[in-house]
């Protein structure tokens, strides 16, 4: 018996959990209330009490989360010995994988990030991510593809630009672009994984011959 009940209350907190992710990429933490959660999560406020006392606490909850996720696979990617290009090949497609499954989580963190920016900070070095060790990675490598008078900062705003504003300008961009079909802007991003890379190569490419 207790374990059934045991089993039952994980199971509600993970609906929770799931649901609370939903709202707050959806509507931002300030936008979210607790009823959203609770009829997301087909439950009802005082049940959602039980678990989380309050809409602060279950947002902890699940920035920590999402940030489990997302700052590991960056982490691991910046920081290997992996060819460069290879590296960033990488990281556009492990980035556009959890965005085509979470499309609104650049929306979610950019507000937080406009809320609390220090909180991101902090978790980033708490996750292992040196910025001054990164880019000074970026430059020696920059400079070994002949691109040597580039800012590695430059690059990394770049990259993070190509990968994250066609899921922020999503509501724009396909009304603009794609006459609001979903289903074709849905395959342009799949399409991002591999043109991202080959405009990066151009990139390179270019620089190197400018160079000779």
Not at 44 to 52: A, C, D, W
Not at 82 to 101: G, H, I, N
Not at 120 to 128: N, S, V
């Amino acid at each position: 018996m207790n374990d059934n009940k045991q089993s039952r209350e994980i199971d509600t907190e993970r609906r929770i959990l799931e649901a609370s992710a939903k709202v707050f990429m959806m509507k931002g933490k300030l936008g979210a209330s607790m009823q959203d959660i609770a009829d997301e999560a087909g439950i009802n406020r005082t049940l959602l009490h039980y678990y989380f006392r309050n809409k602060d606490k279950l947002f902890d909850t699940v920035f920590e989360k999402v940030f489990a996720r997302l700052i590991p696979a960056m982490v691991s990617i910046m920081t290997s010995d992996q060819p460069f290009q290879e590296r960033l090949e990488q990281f556009v497609e492990a980035y556009s994988d959890m965005l085509l499954e979470n499309p609104y989580l650049p929306v979610f963190v950019f507000q937080e990030i406009s809320l609390n920016p220090h909180r991101i900070a902090e978790t980033l070095k708490e996750q292992g991510f040196s910025p001054k060790k990164t880019f000074k990675k970026f430059r020696s490598e920059l400079e070994e593809a002949g691109m040597d008078d580039m800012d590695p900062r430059h690059l990394f705003a770049s990259l993070l630009g190509m990968v994250i504003f066609p899921y922020i300008g999503r509501p724009l961009f396909q009304t603009i672009a794609f006459q609001d079909d979903a289903k074709a802007y849905d395959a342009f991003l799949d399409e991002r994984k591999k043109q991202i890379p080959q405009l990066l190569k151009l990139a390179f490419i270019g620089a190197s011959v400018q160079k000779q």
